[in-house]
């Protein structure tokens, strides 16, 4: 597999989906309890590993990732909720083929078998990493995965034939050129550091007489895979044990049962019945395999509901969003969103449609064992109210007409933002048995609250007192009526000269500045409007803009060599007028800072990774003479400026708060050879590494 083989399509059991989907819905999700999911699958294992070992996380993961759970802290929680969610959707579109389930189960339950016995045998020999051991037995069939998707029917028949893994490699090379051990070692040949880990898969059928001398790791593996199967040891195993580790018989076989006891635990608690008959067993994976296209359904109609959630303009209409996605995902008529406090002591609700003006109508202090609502975000897990003494939870149920409430944390990257309240009646499903779906319906809820806020406080910030208000008010309709005249003579003079004329290019691009100019003073007016109906646009258009407008314009001018440097790779920008407007903040201070002429470098690196996350970094900069340290101690306040005059500094307090609003960081160094401004901006994705 390796460099040239993909692992999006490799098949799982659909229970095992099901237990992963449902950890990695949960915001805030603790590593350790998703990787705890995850190490029981090697299909997703695989799917992660590979995307964490990618080109796109190589500056994250330099060393390379041969655990589980180092994958997940490279990917971070996002990117892990998307491969999964893919997947299984890949999966269920592939459909349900009942003989391909019985090769699944058998080959989990093998690979589960390998993967506990060779990590029972590194701690017994002390290897330096179980975990490793763990992976290897986990992956040291992958191959046939491989070999399944890519030859399904007939490679099924091949492993009907051929039982013995060493026979079924030999008709495999014969009928395909390939097989499914070496496919396994190829898997983690193109990863760093990787060799020995691809070496124990390959040599894991060789003779014990072969391995005395092999790496230790390869020696467990090669015992482990002997012990794959759930029947006690056979006479070559307790040979092969007795050679390479010096372990008799006795303790072989108590390992051994020991081994066999944790994988049915294991399969009893993903509810995988490994010994009910064939029948039994394909009736229990038509269920779950019917379960898991409900949930990737429901998954799916949310994140098109999530949509709705951030088209609302105002807290009150979010709340009436909120209503609106809950009953179309959940059923549930009536909700309650408790949001908590700027100064983080109480949560807050309002039930008569108005909330950001005035008091609201509740006001529950963020204590603990004060009330379920309170409980429910303090630790972080689920509260139910069916009746009670206190009024505010009697209130609650009348406003609500429910019989009986279950109270929701909302979290957002970890922290507590508020608490969905939502009111049940008798007929109503419960939410908690459906804990994919409502864990991703408090996630979106979550993301678009804490969005929501932002915008909240950047406008109660920018309050005016009302007559100020009408005075910005009228400036600014004063303010456009020359901007539309300009516009309109550029037009004529357009018009005129025609489209082949030299000056055509410059002129469209003063239209184009004269149009963000008026979306300026537009956000003025009414901060949201622009934003809203602003279109992405492609970033290395906007860059490639930007340089051509002061290449012919202020570098020239100045003396100045203008340097475009890296390309974008298809990020497209949410907001592009922001962005632009930022951009040219600090070119523009680059330009100034060099009155003597120089070089401005405008650069693009994308995608790097930064704690999990896919970023664009965006670079201005200038070889002019630096900033003083003294002034870079306040940089981004509105207070101090390099230039003199009547210059108060504020470009670069807007540039920062519009690069929040962006959601990025922006990062300024600078000594006497120069200053360089590093915007770091989220991008979505790749679908490379999320497939």
């Not at 372990?247 to 994988?263: F, K, M, N, R, T």
């Not at 379960?291 to 009436?320: D, M, N, P, V, Y």
């Not at 005035?358 to 009746?387: E, H, K, M, Y």
């Not at 790097?608 to 664009?616: D, E, K, M």
Request: proline share 4%; hydrophobic share 45%.
């Amino acid at each position: 597999m390796g460099m040239h083989d993909r692992a999006e399509r490799l098949p799982s059991l659909p229970q095992i989906l099901l237990h992963i989907l449902d950890a990695s819905q949960h915001e805030g999700a603790a590593v350790s309890r998703l990787a705890e999911v995850v190490r029981r699958d090697p299909a997703t294992t695989t799917r992660l590993l590979q995307a964490a070992n990618s080109a796109a996380y190589r500056s994250t993961a330099s060393n390379g990732c041969t655990t589980i759970e180092r994958a997940l802290m490279v990917l971070g929680t996002e990117t892990v909720r998307t491969i999964v969610i893919t997947a299984a959707i890949q999966q269920f579109i592939g459909g349900f083929v009942r003989a391909e389930q019985q090769f699944l189960k058998q080959f989990w339950r093998n690979s589960l078998q390998a993967a506990t016995a060779a990590h029972v045998f590194a701690t017994l020999t002390r290897y330096r990493n179980p975990s490793e051991a763990y992976l290897c037995g986990l992956l040291h069939n992958i191959g046939q995965l491989v070999l399944l998707r890519r030859h399904r029917q007939e490679w099924l028949q091949l492993w009907r034939d051929h039982n013995e893994a060493g026979m079924l490699a030999a008709e495999e090379r014969s009928r395909f050129q390939d097989d499914h051990i070496e496919l396994s070692a190829r898997l983690l040949t193109g990863w760093p550091d990787s060799e020995l880990l691809a070496d124990a898969l390959r040599y894991r059928l060789e003779p014990a007489s072969r391995m005395r001398d092999a790496s230790h790791l390869a020696k467990i593996i090669n015992l482990a895979a002997a012990l794959a199967l759930p029947q006690r040891p056979d006479d070559a195993a307790v040979q092969r044990a007795d050679a390479l580790f010096g372990i008799g018989e006795a303790l072989l076989q108590e390992l051994s049962q020991q081994i066999s006891s944790e994988v049915s635990r294991v399969a009893e608690g993903l509810g995988i019945d490994i010994s009910a008959d064939a029948d039994t067993m394909a009736q229990a994976d038509a269920a779950a395999h019917q379960q898991l296209g409900e949930q990737i359904s429901e998954i799916t109609q949310l994140t098109q509901w999530s949509a709705e959630l951030r088209r609302a303009r105002t807290l009150e209409l979010f709340h009436t969003a909120v209503q609106r996605v809950v009953f179309m995902t959940l059923g549930i008529r009536d909700s309650v969103l408790f949001v908590v406090s700027a100064d983080g002591a109480t949560l807050q609700a309002t039930l008569r449609g108005t909330t950001g003006t005035g008091a609201p109508d509740f006001a529950v202090p963020l204590q603990p064992d004060r009330n379920p609502i309170s409980d429910a975000l303090l630790t972080q897990s689920p509260r139910t109210i069916t009746d009670s003494d206190s009024v505010l939870e009697r209130q609650l149920l009348r406003a609500c007409h429910a019989e009986r409430l279950v109270c929701l944390p909302l979290l957002q990257a970890g922290q507590p933002i508020g608490v969905l309240v939502l009111g049940l009646q008798p007929e109503a499903l419960d939410p908690l048995a459906r804990s994919t779906t409502t864990a991703a319906l408090c996630h979106e809820i979550a993301s678009a609250l804490q969005m929501q806020l932002q915008r909240h406080q950047r406008l109660t910030a920018g309050s005016v007192e009302p007559g100020l208000a009408r005075q910005v008010s009228e400036a600014l309709h004063e303010a456009g009526n020359p901007l539309t005249i300009v516009r309109n003579y550029l037009e004529l003079l357009r018009a005129r000269l025609g489209d082949d004329h030299d000056a055509a290019g410059e002129l469209s691009l003063i239209r184009e500045e004269i149009d963000r100019v008026g979306n300026i003073l537009l956000r003025l007016r009414d901060p949201d409007a622009s934003a809203l109906d602003e279109a992405p646009g492609d970033l290395d258009a906007l860059l490639d803009n930007l340089a051509q407008i002061f290449e012919r314009s202020l570098c020239a001018t100045h003396g100045i060599t203008l340097r475009r440097h890296g390309r974008a790779g298809g990020h497209l920008v949410e907001q592009p007028a922001q962005l632009k407007q930022i951009l040219i903040n600090l070119m523009k201070n680059a330009v100034e800072a060099m009155p003597q002429g120089g070089v401005l470098e405008l650069a693009v690196e994308s995608p790097v990774v930064a704690n999990g996350q896919l970023i664009t970094i965006i670079t201005v900069r200038d070889n002019g003479p630096g900033i003083p340290p003294s002034v870079l101690a306040s940089l981004f306040q509105p207070v101090t400026t390099t230039k003199g005059g009547t210059h108060a500094g504020l470009g670069l307090s807007i540039v920062k708060r519009l690069v929040e609003e962006l959601e990025g960081t922006i990062v300024c160094r600078s000594s006497e050879g120069g200053t360089t401004f590093e915007l770091l901006l989220p991008r979505a994705p790749l679908t490379e590494t999320t497939a």
